[in-house]
């Protein structure tokens, strides 16, 4: 069973036994540290299960509200397709805080149990379906994510895999942000998605898409800067709720 619902302010479909990526911020034991960020394949069952769950997830999209998900109201779902699985990735404030940050992306990034399918509508990324772990099993648990979606359509066409570039998701919970890191270009390169604070952009405020321009990518952000940045907002939203960062 299915549940609409939020996640970074962003309309999702979840299966109604788990939500959890917004939880993955507060867990950090689901975390596991990862020396690189080279590129990765899913494994044959994640795959599996991204494959299997598509149908299902978009047999459950209203037809009035595909715009939000990314999708025209005339979209034939009998073409979508999905495209190369990116394995997300986080940020945990504790690796910012410790003396492990050196300026690398390496350095304070871990992977995350999660599997982020993006979904394909001819060459164009539409959504993101996410694939997790659950009792043994892989199963796809959401969809969605039509913001970011339209964000990594113009990662992948500045920085494509035919030009042997890999880009790799980001997450900071914690800041509501996603990024992107091009591990080709070297360890130091983090670059912010939508820009801070715009995770929650609804569907109706994205630009339409040739008013999109994938060059505002061809800059990459600076690891060292970006994490100086993100200290700053974490330690604000941290004095805000009355902890201590």
């Known amino acids: 069973m299915q549940k609409e619902t939020e996640t970074f302010g962003v309309p999702c479909l979840w299966r109604t036994t788990t939500n959890r990526l917004p939880l993955l911020g ?17 494994p044959p069952e994640v795959s599996t299960a991204a494959s299997n769950g598509l149908p299902v997830f978009l047999a459950k999209v209203p037809p009035a509200a595909r715009p939000l998900y990314g999708f025209a109201l005339d979209a034939d779902f009998s073409q979508a397709s999905l495209g190369a699985p990116l394995l997300l990735h986080t940020i945990k404030p504790s690796a910012l805080a410790s003396n492990q ?46 913001p970011l979606a339209a964000e990594w359509n113009q990662v992948l066409s500045q920085w494509p895999a035919a030009k ?13 942000q996603f990024y992107f890191t091009v591990p080709e270009v070297g360890d130091r390169n983090l670059t912010p998605l939508l820009g801070p604070g715009n995770t929650g952009l609804s569907a109706k405020t994205l630009p339409p898409a040739p008013a999109q321009d994938s060059s505002r990518y061809s800059i990459l952000g600076n690891c060292s800067d970006e994490l100086d940045t993100l200290k700053t907002r974490l330690k604000r939203a941290d004095l805000k709720a009355g902890g201590q960062f």
Do not use: I
């Open 164 to 176: 042997g570039f890999h880009p790799r998701l980001v997450a900071v919970f914690q800041a509501a």
């Open 26 to 42: 507060l867990v950090c034991s689901l975390t596991l540290a990862v020396n690189s960020l080279a590129a990765a394949d899913a």
């Open 101 to 146: 940050a050196n300026g690398t992306v390496s350095s304070v990034v871990s992977e995350t149990p999660l599997w982020f399918f993006p979904v394909m509508m001819g060459t164009e990324v539409k959504a993101m379906l996410v694939v997790d772990r659950q009792d043994n099993e892989w199963r796809a648990v959401s969809l969605g994510y039509a």
